[in-house]
Each structure stands twice: as structure tokens, then as C-alpha cells.
């Protein structure tokens, strides 16, 4: 069980573009969501955490124009990057809190990012 | 200082070794502790939840220390398969919030 579905798992776009990846939890609610980015070879990078109903909290150096995030609904959580460029090109993952200690956080797949 | 702190490794270790990675945390109030494996290219995956008894599940197990305010993962008899990087991640007390070690990269070498 926990589990969360990311979609899509990899996308190819051109620069200027904008792209949506979702995170759908779906068999529980996921109150929070959290955004990750990940550069090859480096460790995982918190841009974003998406609580259900409000505004999402960024971290330091994380544009929020460029990096939208919309939790609209307990099992949904959408971040948008708009008018993509080559450097946004990365692995981003979702994360949520199962709200069970014995499942932990439980990660999205994963969405390929390449801008060309 | 940050709030978790890993030795990034890479450890390369032959196959049948024991290898033991610990993670720092900042914090003394947080509650909750996990150890997680994330292969290339793929997302985080759970390995072990970190119980402040202490929990062994197979050839993993993971330790608590509050007092040094540490978790530590231990691996015995270590198989090609489990070459990977772990991370640790420790919550906030508040819950909502929990922060990942720069992860530990492993390779089990034939």
C-alpha cells in the first residue's frame, strides 16, 4: 500500500515550453506533498512543499513563478515548469507522508526532465 | 550546521563484507527516522523504518542513538545487489517537514 503515482515518468520539450508533472497518492490522502529535484550525481534537492488547499512553501532559491505548484485536492499534487529552459533539465520526484511510521515517505517515480 | 549529515562515501566494499554507514541529525527533538536506497536513476525507495529499540530486518539493520543523536545502518554479508546509495532522513518533531542526508554511496565489488 502508500503508494504514489508521478506522471509523466519522462518528457523531452522544447525550451519555452511549460510542463506539468502530477503526483496522484492513491490509496491515501496526502495532506502535504513534497517536490524534490534531482542533477545527476547529486543528492536530492527540496524545491517545494505542497500542503492541500493553500499556498505552497518554496525553499530559498526556488523561483515560484517558474516552479508552480497546485494542490488542489487531498490526492493531487501538480508542479508546472513554465517557459522551460535547458538547465531546468533534471529528475523531479514527489514525495508524501503515508501517515504510517512502518511505510514512511513514500517517492513518485520520478519525471525525466530534458529541455532542448 | 545542517540538519542531517552523511558521509557521502563511496564505500566499495567486496562482496560478503559488513558495512556500516551513520547519519547525524541537528536536531534532538526529532522523532522519526528512516533509511532509504535510491538506485541510479530511480526514485528513493524505503528500506527500513528506525525504531528507538532498534529493528533488524535480513541482512540490514538499523540503530537509534539519542544520546549522540545518530542512526546507524548496518549491512552484513553484502551481495552485488545492494550496491546503491542510502539515505537517511529524520523528521521534523513537527512532523511535517524532514530532511534527507546527502546519501552514502555503496559499491559491492565482486
Known amino acids: 500500500g502508500a503508494v504514489v503515482s508521478q506522471h509523466p515518468s519522462w518528457v523531452i520539450c522544447k525550451s519555452g515550453t511549460s510542463v506539468k508533472i502530477e503526483c496522484r497518492s492513491l490509496?491515501?490522502?496526502?495532506?502535504?506533498m513534497f517536490w524534490y529535484r534531482q542533477f545527476p550525481k547529486q543528492s536530492l534537492m527540496l524545491m517545494a512543499t505542497?500542503?492541500?488547499?493553500?499556498?505552497?512553501?518554496?525553499e530559498q532559491g526556488v523561483e515560484k513563478d517558474k516552479f508552480l505548484i497546485n494542490h488542489a485536492s487531498l490526492t493531487l499534487s501538480t508542479l508546472t515548469v513554465t517557459s522551460a529552459h535547458p538547465e531546468d533539465s533534471s529528475f523531479y520526484i514527489c514525495?508524501?507522508?503515508?501517515?504510517?511510521?512502518?511505510?514512511?515517505?513514500?517517492f513518485g517515480s520520478g519525471t525525466r526532465l530534458t529541455v532542448v | 550546521r545542517k540538519e542531517v549529515e552523511q558521509d557521502p562515501g563511496p564505500f566499495n566494499v567486496p562482496e560478503g563484507a559488513t558495512v556500516a554507514f551513520n547519519c547525524t541529525y541537528s536536531?534532538?527533538?526529532?522523532?522519526?527516522f528512516f533509511w532509504y536506497r535510491q538506485d541510479c536513476r530511480k526514485e528513493p525507495k524505503l528500506l527500513m523504518s528506525?525504531?528507538?529499540s532498534g529493528n533488524e530486518d535480513g541482512r540490514f539493520t538499523a540503530q537509534l542513538n539519542r544520546a549522540s543523536q545518530y542512526i546507524s545502518l548496518l549491512i552484513r554479508d553484502s551481495k552485488l545487489s545492494d550496491s546503491a546509495t542510502y539515505l537517511c532522513?529524520?523528521?521534523?518533531?513537527?512532523?511535517?517537514?524532514?530532511?534527507f542526508g546527502t546519501g552514502t554511496s555503496l559499491t559491492v565489488i565482486p
Open positions: 528506525v525504531y528507538s
Open positions: 532522513v529524520v523528521n521534523t518533531p513537527t512532523g511535517n517537514q524532514f530532511y
Open positions: 490509496d491515501f490522502q496526502a495532506t502535504t
Open positions: 505542497s500542503n492541500e488547499g493553500s499556498k505552497a512553501t518554496y
Open positions: 536536531n534532538s527533538a526529532s522523532q522519526s
Open positions: 514525495s508524501a507522508w503515508t501517515g504510517l511510521y512502518y511505510y514512511g515517505y513514500t
